[in-house]
């Protein structure tokens, strides 16, 4: 079952209304999105651990720029919800911009200290690439996650390991490798329950944000993004 959902990140996962990319970006890129609180554009784990999501620009971005993006981000939303098992969100960037969060329902999941790509996972990340080849102006974001079994250090390097997997894999599938931030997370942001079996394997996953860079920040800017 095809899944559309929209979320702003702040500190927690806060619901959108219903307000679509478009708007969202408005009220970002005017300065509204502020009343949000700092955590926006940010994954915030359970101890105030903070992960940005995407790539700062260093500059404010208008309103107007806010809703351009936020219209294409709202297209190709609408175009990956269509994927099989995929669950598309929109989320906020760290630079207050609309961006998308794609993860499938059987997960990009690996095993217990593991870091290999199953084929059911290259079959999904081919038809995400495939939809992605029409928006080069996006960076793609890949953050790997772990369960809590073992060291900090040790789930900080596995989880590195899996989202630099996926990142490579994107990379023979068109996706420039200069576009793909891959970053580990290990355990501070879980989607389950480590107590159990089936929440540390939930756990042990890979997921995948699109955000505006820099270019496209840029041709919205000066109206040539369409």
């Given at each position: 079952m095809k899944k559309f959902a929209s979320i702003l990140l702040c500190g927690a996962i806060l619901v959108s209304c219903g307000i679509s990319n478009t708007g969202k970006g408005t009220l970002i890129g005017s300065g509204a999105g502020a009343a949000l609180g700092a955590g926006i554009g940010y994954l915030i784990g359970g101890n105030g651990q903070a992960a940005a999501i995407g790539a700062a620009?260093?500059?404010?971005?208008?309103?107007?720029?806010?809703?351009?993006?936020?219209?294409?981000?709202?297209?190709?939303?609408?175009?990956?919800?269509?994927?099989?098992?995929?669950?598309?969100?929109t989320?906020?960037?760290?630079?207050?911009?609309?961006?998308?969060?794609?993860t499938f329902d059987s997960g990009i999941l690996f095993d217990f200290n593991k870091s290999t790509l199953a084929d059911a996972a290259k079959a999904q990340l081919d038809l995400f690439a495939k939809d992605m080849?029409?928006?080069?102006?996006?960076?793609?974001?890949?953050y790997g996650h772990t369960d809590n079994v073992g060291s900090e250090a040790a789930n900080k390097s596995v989880s590195a390991k899996r989202a630099k997997a996926v990142a490579s894999y994107l990379a023979t599938k068109g996706i420039a490798k200069d576009r793909i931030i891959s970053e580990g997370l290990g355990y501070e942001f879980p989607v389950a329950d480590n107590n159990t079996d089936e929440g540390r394997a939930q756990n042990r996953r890979v997921e995948i944000y699109i955000t505006a860079n820099e270019n496209m920040i840029k041709a919205a800017e000066e109206g040539n993004l369409q």
């Amino acid at each position: 079952m095809k899944k559309f959902a929209s979320i702003l990140l702040c500190g927690a996962i806060l619901v959108s209304c219903g307000i679509s990319n478009t708007g969202k970006g408005t009220l970002i890129g005017s300065g509204a999105g502020a009343a949000l609180g700092a955590g926006i554009g940010y994954l915030i784990g359970g101890n105030g651990q903070a992960a940005a999501i995407g790539a700062a620009v260093g500059t404010a971005v208008g309103g107007g720029t806010g809703a351009v993006i936020g219209n294409q981000m709202d297209k190709k939303a609408k175009q990956l919800a269509e994927l099989e098992n995929a669950q598309v969100e929109t989320v906020t960037d760290v630079n207050g911009l609309p961006g998308i969060k794609v993860t499938f329902d059987s997960g990009i999941l690996f095993d217990f200290n593991k870091s290999t790509l199953a084929d059911a996972a290259k079959a999904q990340l081919d038809l995400f690439a495939k939809d992605m080849a029409d928006m080069k102006e996006t960076n793609i974001n890949v953050y790997g996650h772990t369960d809590n079994v073992g060291s900090e250090a040790a789930n900080k390097s596995v989880s590195a390991k899996r989202a630099k997997a996926v990142a490579s894999y994107l990379a023979t599938k068109g996706i420039a490798k200069d576009r793909i931030i891959s970053e580990g997370l290990g355990y501070e942001f879980p989607v389950a329950d480590n107590n159990t079996d089936e929440g540390r394997a939930q756990n042990r996953r890979v997921e995948i944000y699109i955000t505006a860079n820099e270019n496209m920040i840029k041709a919205a800017e000066e109206g040539n993004l369409q």
